[in-house]
């Protein structure tokens, strides 16, 4: 199982019409997030919290999914940014017996721009987004 981003409209009624299909104009591949265990041992690890992120803990919750809404995109992107300045650490922190520090940090850097693209296509289309 792969963690997704995902990019959704606001409906009327409060609703999320969730882009999908040729509605949703992203390149291939621009929505992987990376494998499920990095729930938790990545995005949701005490290493992201410990870097004050806020927002990728939330999104990838398991019991408490959050969104990031329209507004708050701007916020998200400063966020990714926040990332990318740890990524040595974040990279070291979190990687997995298989591989090295360097090979995961590439891993991270790849779904992170998959992640990035996502916030900024929704930020254009007036979106939000989340991730599952």
Not at 3 to 11: A, I, K, P
Not at 66 to 86: C, K, Y
Not at 88 to 107: F, G, M, S, V, W
């Amino acid at each position: 199982m792969s963690l997704t981003s995902e990019v959704f409209l606001v409906r009327d009624d409060g609703d999320l019409d969730i882009l999908t299909g040729e509605r949703d104009r992203r390149p291939d591949g621009m929505d992987l997030a990376g494998p499920e265990s990095w729930r938790t041992t990545v995005w949701g690890s005490p290493a992201m919290h410990r870097i004050g992120a806020r927002f990728l803990p939330a999104l990838v919750s398991v019991h408490n999914g959050d969104v990031v809404g329209p507004a708050e995109i701007p916020a998200f992107l400063a966020e990714l940014a926040l990332v990318r300045t740890h990524m040595e650490r974040l990279a070291a922190e979190t990687c997995p017996p298989d591989r090295t520090a360097e090979q995961h940090a590439l891993h991270l850097a790849g779904r992170l721009n998959g992640i990035e693209a996502s916030a900024r296509y929704a930020q254009r289309v007036g979106g939000g987004l989340l991730i599952w």
